[in-house]
């Protein structure tokens, strides 16, 4: 299953295809039809592969990422970094809505090749970064989005609390959030909402109505 490259590993275990959501952008995603959808945690472990995330628009991103393409005044002219990046559709959406430098993170090598793949697919440049970036400054970033953040508790509270000293600096910092148990409850402003449609495959339900948060200094 590893045998080819990430990038070709990409291709090959994915379709192109939009969400209803988000008819404009294409990503390569894992569907019914694709060997991804089915294959189990044993089988991916077995061939050297995390969890596919990276292969999947979750509602979180993709409500991030349709309010920016809603309001490009948020990211127009500006530096953004779309954390957790995992398809890369919200840097994606970032760039069509004017943004002049965007960086996606994330620490899957699949993801960062998923990222690459549909950032061409798409048409823009979208810097791939392989980093841990929590606990560190972000000098010239004027936009953190992220999407569906909050789904484990240590990681909710690890990066809310970095995110809010990136806050402090000045910095724009969204999250998209389809009601996951650990969203922050108190330091955070509704920028948008949107009524996701979802898989049952993923979700226990096939929509999600999921809030984009600012994220306010102190909590």
Same mark, same amino acid.
């Given at each position: 299953?590893?045998?080819l490259?990430?990038n070709?590993?990409?291709?090959?275990?994915?379709?192109?295809?939009?969400?209803?959501?988000?008819p404009?952008?294409?990503?390569?995603?894992?569907?019914?039809?694709?060997?991804?959808?089915?294959?189990?945690?044993?089988?991916l472990?077995?061939?050297?592969v995390?969890?596919?995330?990276?292969?999947?628009?979750?509602?979180?991103?993709?409500?991030?990422?349709?309010?920016?393409?809603?309001?490009?005044?948020?990211v127009?002219?500006?530096?953004?970094?779309?954390?957790?990046?995992?398809?890369?559709?919200?840097?994606i959406a970032?760039?069509?809505? &004017?943004?002049?430098?965007?960086?996606?993170? !994330?620490?899957?090598?699949?993801?960062?090749? %998923?990222?690459? $793949?549909? +950032?061409? @697919?798409?048409?823009?440049?979208?810097?791939?970064?392989?980093?841990d970036?929590?606990?560190?400054?972000?000098? &010239?970033?004027?936009?953190v989005?992220?999407? !569906?953040?909050?789904?484990?508790?240590?990681? %909710?509270?690890? $990066?809310? +609390?970095? @995110?809010?000293?990136?806050?402090?600096?000045?910095?724009?910092v969204?999250?998209?959030?389809?009601?996951?148990?650990?969203?922050?409850?108190?330091?955070i402003?509704?920028?948008?909402?949107?009524?996701?449609?979802?898989?049952?495959?993923?979700?226990?339900?096939?929509?999600?109505?999921?809030?984009?948060?600012?994220?306010?200094?102190?909590?």
């Open positions: 299953m590893t045998t490259s990430p070709d590993f990409v291709r090959t275990n994915t379709t192109v295809a939009t969400t209803p959501l988000l404009e952008i294409r990503l390569h995603l894992a569907t019914e039809v694709t060997p991804l959808w089915e294959a189990t945690e044993e089988s472990r077995e061939s050297n995390p969890p596919p995330y990276w292969a999947f628009a979750w509602p979180g991103g993709q409500a991030v990422a349709r309010l920016v393409l809603d309001r490009p005044d948020l127009a002219g500006k530096s953004v970094l779309d954390f957790a990046a995992g398809t890369g559709l919200v840097g970032a760039m069509k809505a &004017g943004a002049t430098r965007v960086q996606s993170c !994330d620490i899957d090598r699949f993801a960062l090749a %998923a990222i690459a $793949v549909n +950032a061409e @697919l798409n048409g823009v440049e979208v810097k791939a970064v392989s980093a970036l929590v606990g560190r400054d972000l000098p &010239g970033i004027d936009v989005l992220a999407g !569906d953040v909050c789904y484990e508790k240590p990681m %909710a509270d690890r $990066v809310t +609390a970095w @995110l809010r000293g990136i806050a402090a600096t000045g910095t724009l969204l999250l998209g959030d389809p009601g996951r148990a650990y969203v922050p409850t108190s330091g402003e509704r920028i948008g909402r949107y009524t996701v449609p979802t898989s049952l495959e993923l979700e226990d339900r096939e929509t999600r109505d999921t809030t984009i948060w600012r994220l306010l200094p102190e909590g």
